[in-house]
């Protein structure tokens, strides 16, 4: 990329300091791994860490540049995210948890309620989410929490729990019921300052304690009556359900980059030069890996700039991403723990017990801002349209192309264009036969193939999702069905990154003769194939050949602490 070493993701990451390894003494220089380490162990929140963070000014990345904050661009706030997590996901999750309590604001809040929010956020307050309640969890339909209608405002009474930044927070935004179960818009958002809620009204609940994340203020509120005025309310009376999934778009998207950061640190960690790299198939598994880390990159990168080029997609988009990222991290985690053995889960192995801290920490991930099995849920729910669509192959050719223009200044985001369903599909998905006919693909024999047989995968897909019927339970098929469609999203991204970009980078190891998308295409081939019902294709010479050279090249950049990814950043 043209601008990594002015990037701001550059300048956090030298602000953060080295990440040293432990040396054959036991010591070590990573003073920000130190913080995250002794923090884990203490369950206390990584304030010294997030003093730093503060001090780079990364809270200003969560606030819309109408309101003074520093940038619109997702990709740069997704690559800050992800220079953070490669070190510390639960230090990522932290601080960046102001973003999702904000993103309610930002689409539907009036001037004055922006102005108050922004002011907040840049003096860098946190901001919390309260969404969840401990009887219903994501079902935010059902959510028992009220604001009845009291004296010209509301009254809140109810639980949300949990909530990050739960105690933290000098601002909540809170999902309530505002009327019957029964009407079609039953619940409304609120902007909750805490310290204007009268005494006596509401009760702090206590920090929950976690397997993993064990950093994080996690706690929960009660409300007991709590007086708030009518200007508490966040767009009009029940939208409440609305603008909370719209904002979910935004920040399920953003989650994906603690995926990248959490495997790219398992990575780096494994592929550093030791013994175990000695074993017979090492090389394999870490080229593997890296090649399913690229995959989740690809997606990752392209799902963020379609947040301002494909807006009106991103039901589909950030579901997709939300889900398709950590399940990859959470393979590449997996294989790398069993190549380490018994050191995986040491507090003392590699990185002073990093690798068993960043694997229970983003065991959880999956689960923010909706569950995997949520956002299939919501896949499935479109499967019609996006079968029909696929088919056919129609998409935004100019919207594509910002997705896939990495690097380059987007558009403006346009929040008026976020809906709860696409009407166009998913343009990656369906520009998927024009890319596998570009000339840049083309001009490959063995990527030119691969990417024919993902197309045939992706209309194969098609017509088992058209056969699926809308229901309230949909069966298991169909989600596996989901998953094979967040496989060939991934795919699709990795052809339309190298389309654009493929023969500017031809000098770069893992650019050349196109290691890396030959890799990620392979690595995906074989999952996707179990989903749709085909056998596992047995490994093609050609994939040995592939997966042998980016091991050497992998080997090689971990040992300087160069890029491990195709669009990723020396550490």
Same mark, same amino acid.
């Given at each position: 990329?043209n601008r990594v070493s002015a990037a701001p993701e550059a300048v956090l990451d030298a602000a953060l300091g080295d990440r040293a390894q432990a040396t054959a003494a036991g010591a070590t220089t990573m003073t920000t791994w130190r913080w995250s380490a002794d923090g884990d162990r203490a369950e206390a929140y990584p304030s010294e860490y997030s003093a730093r963070l503060d001090a780079f000014g990364l809270h200003r990345y969560y606030a819309p540049p109408e309101w003074g904050g520093a940038s619109d661009d997702h990709e740069v706030m997704l690559r800050l995210w992800r220079t953070v997590a490669r070190r510390d996901l639960a230090a990522t999750v932290a601080h960046g948890k102001t973003y999702l309590g904000t993103a309610p604001v930002w689409i539907a809040a009036q001037p004055e309620q922006a102005a108050t929010v922004a002011a907040a956020v840049l003096s860098g307050a946190p901001v919390g989410c309260a969404?969840?309640?401990?009887?219903?969890?994501?079902?935010?339909?059902?959510?028992?929490?009220? =604001?009845?209608?009291?004296? #010209?405002?509301?009254?809140?009474?109810?639980?949300?729990?949990?909530?990050?930044?739960?105690?933290?927070?000098?601002?909540?935004?809170?999902?309530?019921?505002?009327?019957?179960?029964?009407?079609?818009?039953?619940?409304?958002?609120?902007?909750?300052?805490?310290?204007?809620?009268? %005494?006596?009204?509401?009760?702090?609940?206590?920090?929950? !304690?976690?397997?993993?994340?064990?950093?994080?203020?996690?706690?929960?509120?009660?409300?007991?009556?709590?007086?708030? %005025?009518?200007?508490?309310?966040?767009?009009?009376?029940?939208?409440?359900?609305?603008?909370?999934?719209?904002?979910?778009?935004?920040?399920?998207?953003?989650?994906?980059?603690?995926?990248?950061?959490?495997?790219? !640190?398992?990575?780096?960690?494994?592929?550093?030069?030791?013994?175990?790299?000695?074993?017979?198939?090492?090389? !394999?598994?870490?080229?593997?890996?890296?090649?399913?880390?690229?995959?989740?990159?690809?997606?990752?990168?392209?799902?963020?700039?379609?947040?301002?080029?494909?807006?009106?997609?991103?039901?589909?988009?950030? =579901?997709?991403?939300?889900?398709?990222?950590?399940?990859?991290?959470?393979?590449?985690?997996?294989?790398?723990?069993?190549?380490?053995?018994?050191?995986?889960?040491?507090?003392?192995?590699?990185?002073?017990?990093?690798?068993?801290?960043?694997?229970?920490?983003?065991?959880?991930?999956?689960?923010?801002?909706?569950?995997?099995?949520?956002?299939?849920?919501?896949?499935?729910?479109?499967? %019609?349209?996006? =079968?029909?669509?696929?088919?056919?192959?129609?998409?935004?050719?100019?919207?594509?192309?910002?997705?896939?223009?990495?690097?380059?200044?987007?558009?403006?985001?346009?929040?008026?264009?976020?809906?709860?369903?696409?009407?166009?599909?998913?343009?990656?998905?369906? #520009?998927?036969?024009?890319?596998?006919?570009?000339?840049?693909?083309?001009?490959?024999?063995?990527?030119?193939?691969?990417?024919?047989?993902?197309?045939?995968?992706?209309?194969?897909?098609?017509?088992?999702?058209?056969?699926?019927?809308?229901? %309230?339970?949909?069966?298991?098929?169909?989600?596996?069905?989901?998953?094979?469609?967040?496989?060939?999203?991934?795919?699709?991204?990795?052809?339309?990154?190298?389309?654009?970009?493929?023969?500017?980078?031809?000098?770069?190891?893992?650019?050349?003769?196109?290691?890396?998308?030959?890799?990620?295409?392979?690595?995906?081939?074989?999952?996707?194939?179990?989903?749709?019902?085909?056998?596992?294709?047995?490994?093609?010479?050609?994939?040995?050949?592939?997966?042998?050279?980016?091991?050497?090249?992998?080997?090689?950049?971990?040992?300087?602490?160069?890029?491990?990814?195709?669009?990723?950043?020396?550490?």
């Amino acid at each position: 990329m043209n601008r990594v070493s002015a990037a701001p993701e550059a300048v956090l990451d030298a602000a953060l300091g080295d990440r040293a390894q432990a040396t054959a003494a036991g010591a070590t220089t990573m003073t920000t791994w130190r913080w995250s380490a002794d923090g884990d162990r203490a369950e206390a929140y990584p304030s010294e860490y997030s003093a730093r963070l503060d001090a780079f000014g990364l809270h200003r990345y969560y606030a819309p540049p109408e309101w003074g904050g520093a940038s619109d661009d997702h990709e740069v706030m997704l690559r800050l995210w992800r220079t953070v997590a490669r070190r510390d996901l639960a230090a990522t999750v932290a601080h960046g948890k102001t973003y999702l309590g904000t993103a309610p604001v930002w689409i539907a809040a009036q001037p004055e309620q922006a102005a108050t929010v922004a002011a907040a956020v840049l003096s860098g307050a946190p901001v919390g989410c309260a969404l969840s309640e401990p009887e219903h969890g994501a079902d935010l339909v059902n959510g028992s929490v009220t =604001a009845t209608a009291h004296d #010209g405002g509301f009254r809140l009474d109810g639980v949300k729990w949990p909530i990050n930044n739960g105690t933290r927070s000098t601002h909540l935004t809170v999902l309530a019921r505002t009327a019957d179960a029964s009407t079609a818009r039953s619940h409304s958002m609120f902007l909750i300052e805490r310290a204007a809620l009268p %005494p006596g009204s509401w009760r702090q609940l206590p920090k929950v !304690h976690t397997h993993g994340l064990r950093t994080l203020d996690l706690s929960g509120i009660e409300f007991s009556g709590a007086r708030i %005025p009518a200007s508490a309310l966040l767009g009009a009376e029940g939208t409440g359900i609305e603008i909370a999934l719209k904002s979910l778009q935004l920040t399920r998207t953003m989650c994906a980059a603690m995926s990248l950061g959490a495997a790219e !640190h398992a990575l780096r960690l494994v592929a550093e030069p030791g013994p175990r790299l000695d074993e017979p198939g090492a090389g !394999h598994v870490v080229a593997r890996c890296a090649a399913l880390l690229a995959a989740a990159e690809a997606a990752t990168l392209v799902g963020a700039r379609s947040v301002h080029g494909l807006t009106g997609e991103l039901s589909v988009t950030s =579901a997709v991403v939300k889900s398709v990222a950590p399940a990859l991290a959470d393979r590449v985690i997996r294989e790398l723990a069993e190549l380490l053995g018994p050191q995986a889960w040491s507090m003392d192995g590699p990185g002073l017990g990093a690798f068993q801290k960043l694997a229970r920490d983003h065991d959880v991930v999956s689960v923010f801002d909706g569950s995997t099995p949520v956002n299939r849920a919501s896949l499935i729910g479109q499967f %019609p349209r996006l =079968a029909r669509r696929l088919a056919s192959g129609e998409h935004d050719d100019d919207g594509l192309a910002e997705a896939a223009a990495i690097g380059a200044p987007p558009r403006r985001l346009d929040r008026a264009l976020l809906s709860l369903a696409s009407r166009t599909g998913c343009s990656v998905l369906q #520009g998927l036969a024009d890319v596998a006919a570009s000339d840049p693909v083309r001009a490959d024999p063995g990527l030119a193939r691969q990417a024919a047989g993902l197309h045939a995968a992706a209309l194969q897909l098609s017509a088992l999702m058209s056969q699926v019927r809308p229901a %309230p339970r949909p069966p298991m098929a169909a989600y596996e069905l989901a998953a094979a469609y967040e496989l060939c999203f991934a795919g699709a991204a990795c052809l339309h990154l190298w389309s654009a970009r493929g023969s500017s980078r031809v000098g770069e190891p893992l650019w050349q003769d196109g290691l890396w998308v030959r890799a990620a295409l392979y690595a995906l081939s074989g999952p996707l194939a179990e989903l749709l019902g085909e056998p596992r294709p047995a490994p093609s010479p050609d994939e040995r050949r592939i997966f042998g050279r980016l091991s050497t090249v992998i080997l090689a950049a971990a040992a300087d602490s160069g890029p491990v990814t195709p669009f990723g950043t020396a550490l």
